[in-house]
Structures are given as C-alpha cells and as structure tokens.
C-alpha cells in the first residue's frame, strides 16, 4: 500500500480550503473559525432565476412579446419554498430555486388594487422596491375576470398523494398539472365562456373517469402552441384566427367528443388547409371538405394528405367557409380530439378551449416531450393498420383513430398507455410511504399543517374575512388528525391600519414558517400610494432573515393584470 494514501485526500481538502479561504480573506483566519462558518453559509443560501416560460412573462420582455404567467404559477412557488421538492412530481414550469431546502422562511406581500399600470406609471421612483428586487412578471390574476384573489391563492396544487378523491368529486380537474381547480377558471380569463349556467347534474356514463381530466388546461395549450387569444404576444400572431364559438358552456363530464383532422398542403407563404374531416362519438362523419388555398400551391405534399391538383381543380369552398360552417356545427361545449390538433387548428386559424390531444394522454417512454405517432398508437391499442394507403392519409381514418383512442382509454383508467402517469403512480406510492394518512388539501394552510409549518396571515377587516373559510378549513382538516401531537400554529390577526399590517408582519416574520400580509389599496391610487408601498416593501425586507423567500404580488384590477416580485434574501441586513 502506497503510504502517502492515508494523508493524501485530506491534505488535497486543506489546499482546496486554503485557496478559498484566502480568496475571502489575506490575512490568518482567527481561531474561532468565524469565516470559515461564513464561508459554509454563504454556500446553502438559495439562490431563484427564471427559467424560458417566466422570461416570457418578464417585464423586461416588450409587451407585444409577453406572455403572462397566471395565479396558480405563483402558487406553485409558495409551497414549493415552504415544502421543499417532496411535492413536485416534476420541475416547476417558470422558475428555479438552487438549493430550495435551504429557504428559511417564505413571506407574501399581496397589494390588492394595484396592477401593472400602477407599476409602469410609477417604477422609476419605487426606489427600494428596484434596489430589492430583480425579476418582475405579468401575472393574469382573477380580478380581469371577476375571480377572486384570495381564493385562488389560497387553494393550492395538490400532491399526488392528495389528488384522487378531488378529481372524483370536480370531474373537471387537469391531473397533468397538479392544479385543484375548476378547469373553467382560467378558461374563463382566456375565452368567453357563459358563466350563468346552473349547477351541473351529470348523467350516468360508460366513461370509468370524467372526460374532463383529459382537456387540456390553458397552461398546456400555451405549452404546446395551440393558438390562445391571451394578449400581448400571443394575441398579436394569432390576430387573423378566429374563435369556433362566439360564445362557450361550461364543459363537463357529458360534453360531446368530435374527432377533427385536416391534411394540408405547402403554399408561397407556408403551410395551408386542403381537407377537413370530423366525426362523431358514434364514429360517423358529421364533416368532410375540401378545401381550396388563396395563394399559389408549390408542394401538394400528396404522399401524406393524398391531395392532388385534379382533386382541387373544381373547388370553390375557402377557409373561412370552413371556418363558419365548424363554427355552426360545433356545440358551445364541444371537445375536439385529434394527434397534435394544435397543427390542425392553426391550418383552420380557428382557437378553441376545449382539446384532447392524443399525442399527450398516450405515451411510451415517460417523458411527455417524446410524442408518439398516431399510426403507432392505432396499432398498439386498437390493432389498426392506418396511414398505410400509398396515395396519402385520410383525414376521416385519422379522426376517427384519435377518437377512438379517448374512447378506449376512457373505457380504462387515467394511466392507460401513459408511461408518464405510470412513473407519477410509482411517485405516489413513494409520497404514501413518507405520510401515515394521505388526505387531500383544501388550501395552502393544509399544506402548512401537514407539514408541521406555521403561518400567520395579517390584513385589516375588509380581507381577513375572506381568509377564515381556508384557515377553519385547514384547522379541521381529517388529515391533522392522523398526526401525532397537535398541529401547529395556522394564525389569522385582523388590525385596524395598513401601517399595523406592515409593523404586525415585520414583527412576526421570523416566529412564522409563512407569513402573508393582504392589503387592499384604493384603485385610483396616486403617487402618494405607490411611495408608501415602496417604504412598506423595505420595511418588511429589512425585517426577513438571510435566505427568507419575498414575493410580492401586484393584484391587478378588472382591466389591467397584476405582477409578481420575487426575491431569495442573500445576506442579513
């Protein structure tokens, strides 16, 4: 054995700890190691940046280029920071916390009233708020369409452990997305939808789960550039679409399912529609057309969409035709299913809420990026030979494969042909390991109480109201009384003034994991407002201690959205 083996790793380490230490320090250090602890502190101190989706939503990206990020984002964030990496099945969408199980406490400041206008009219002269923070982003909060601000803040994705019980009983809940919500209320902020319907009887079905589970949420229809009428970047590309309903219903779980395929050719400016099929749940054609582009055809692309210049030689209908007649045929509540439909809607340059992709429910390999083709399911899980014709596609066969497809795994159960949910059933046997009871959350309090967290939540009389249903709620909840011991605190403290919200929190920051302050500010605020928000957000910051989480939310008003301020302390002042 070589002797120098034994002494020869630790005196590497002692080199490597020289050369940092006299990076930070020339002179000795001296003997109670107090740099030394420095050093290691500085080491685990979180550190959050954007990532492409919340650079899309950044302030600095110019109006006509954003796209806003929406409430359930900042959620996201919350009980991420609170609860570390145990609940997330998969990488938060927007942004990245380095070094999250380091976060030592989480505060929200939340200025109901103010939006984006308030902010752009009076940045430069929100001295403190700038020097604070870094990453500003346009969130779409529920006061553009009459929601409400604190219940959707409140209630809080689920983790899997939490989530069957909640989809049985709403029916309309996007599982992909670990969203408890109604799928309507970002719906509803994105397209028109009738919100005077009454409450909803379902009929019995042969489906073994809602259909609904299976719509794509306005996060992933966004992610996967279906064409969305959200403003600023998107609304700019898709201002020649149109909508397939002036006006939608409430989808649920009896909501009618059409298959839709379009085969296209390829023009002097692009790809373009040349045929247009859709087919009923009873698999019968309820839609076939030809199509016949404005601009010059360079490429038919027939050995794909079986399209010749002889078949469109006698063609008069034009897209918008098409256009009208989907528009009369559709039901306000119609599913469209398709393979990738986000390609057949922008051939249509047609938007609509409610979409089944098949390209995204079925999947062979665990990662959702990784898109299986619809010849290969149709043989797979319906043992058909599609798309086999030398002559090209047919866009009646292909519709009526994807339909199919939602039927067969609605026949099933929710993981069916999806390696994705099959990786998140074995997370969730790892999450129930890990809990003596799972039950699902109500709120983000639950959450909190769950996991042997505090919180307090602080504002004057006219919101602290509106909080106590969340708070009784998490108090009650069946699952703290599987926990061993009492659960810990969950607080609500109603004061008098702002300026006792502001001192109330500043106070109580370090006793609570989670502290939210909600304030309601006068719509119409002038400067004078704005400057005591600026002096209010640098109060509480000098009061966090070093790796605290600030987040500070601009609650937006009935026209204009909110924005979102994130900070990591990095150093105490």
């Known amino acids: 054995m070589n002797s120098h083996s034994i002494s020869e790793e630790p005196l590497k380490k002692r080199r490597r700890k020289e050369i940092k230490e006299d990076k930070h320090n020339t002179n000795n250090i001296n003997s109670n190691g107090h740099e030394k602890n420095l050093i290691s502190r500085r080491k685990h101190i979180p550190k959050f940046r954007l990532k492409m989706n919340g650079n899309a939503a950044a302030l600095s990206t110019v109006e006509n280029e954003r796209v806003p990020l929406v409430l359930t984002d900042i959620q996201h964030l919350l009980l991420h920071s609170l609860l570390g990496n145990l609940n997330l099945s998969q990488p938060p969408r927007w942004y990245v916390i380095d070094k999250c199980n380091h976060v030592s406490q989480t505060t929200c400041l939340i200025f109901e009233g103010i939006s984006i206008k308030h902010w752009e009219q009076h940045k430069e002269k929100m001295i403190n708020i700038n020097k604070i923070c870094e990453d500003f982003v346009e969130i779409l909060t529920p006061s553009v369409y ?9 209630l809080v994705p689920l983790s899997e452990t939490e989530k069957e019980a909640i ?23 994105v397209f028109p939808i ?4 009454s409450e909803i009887n379902y009929k019995e079905s042969k489906d073994q789960f809602p259909r609904t589970q299976l719509i794509l949420s306005t996060w992933q229809l966004i992610e996967e550039n279906y064409p969305v009428p959200l403003k600023g970047k998107l609304k700019n590309i898709y201002s020649d679409y149109v909508l ?35 087919v009923n749940e009873k698999h019968e054609v309820v839609y076939e057309s030809l199509v016949k582009p404005y601009n010059n055809i360079t490429d038919y692309l027939t050995r794909y969409s079986g399209i ?26 119609a599913i469209l299913v398709g393979q990738s439909l986000n390609l057949d809607l922008h051939a249509l340059k047609m938007m609509h809420p409610y979409v089944i992709d098949t390209s995204l429910i079925y999947n062979f390999t665990g990662e959702r990026t990784r898109k299986p083709k619809l010849k290969t399911l149709a043989k797979e899980f319906l043992n058909e030979d599609i798309q086999s014709n030398k002559n090209g596609h047919c866009s009646v066969e292909d519709s009526l494969a994807s339909l199919k497809l939602v039927q067969l795994k609605l026949s099933k159960n929710i993981e069916f042909g999806d390696a994705v949910h099959t990786n998140r059933q074995t997370y969730k046997e790892n999450v129930i390991k890990m809990t003596t009871k799972p039950e699902y959350a109500l709120s983000i309090f639950n959450h909190i109480i769950e996991q042997r967290k505090t919180s307090l939540v602080v504002g004057c009389d006219n919101i602290t109201g509106d909080y106590h249903t969340y708070l009784t709620q ?27 919200v502001i001192s109330t929190v500043s106070e109580a920051v370090n006793d609570y994991n989670f502290v939210m302050a909600h304030l309601k500010i006068d719509h119409d605020a002038e400067f004078n407002d704005m400057s005591n928000i600026d002096k209010w957000v640098e109060t509480i910051w000098n009061s966090l201690k070093q790796s605290a989480l600030f987040v500070i939310v601009f609650g937006g008003t009935a026209t204009d959205n909110g924005v979102a301020m994130v900070k990591v302390k990095n150093k105490q002042s």
């Open 167 to 189: 989809i049985q009983k709403y029916g309309s809940m996007n599982l992909a997305l670990d969203i408890r919500k109604d799928l309507m209320v970002m719906m509803k902020a």
């Open 194 to 197: 009738n919100d005077s319907f």
């Open 244 to 278: 397939s309903k002036d006006e939608y219903k409430s989808v649920t779980p009896d909501s009618p399912m059409f298959g839709l395929d379009c085969e296209m050719c390829i023009t002097n400016v692009g790809s373009e529609l040349t045929r247009v099929s859709v």
């Open 474 to 500: 998490a108090k009650d909840s069946l699952s703290a009384q599987f926990k061993k011991g009492k659960p810990k605190k969950v607080k609500l403290n109603t004061v008098d003034t702002v300026e006792d």
């Open 308 to 333: 010749t210049k002889s078949k469109l030689e006698n063609v008069t209908k034009r897209l918008e035709d098409v256009q009208k007649d989907l528009q009369e045929l559709l039901p306000p509540d």
């Open 146 to 154: 009459k929601g409400s601000l604190v219940k959707e803040l409140a």
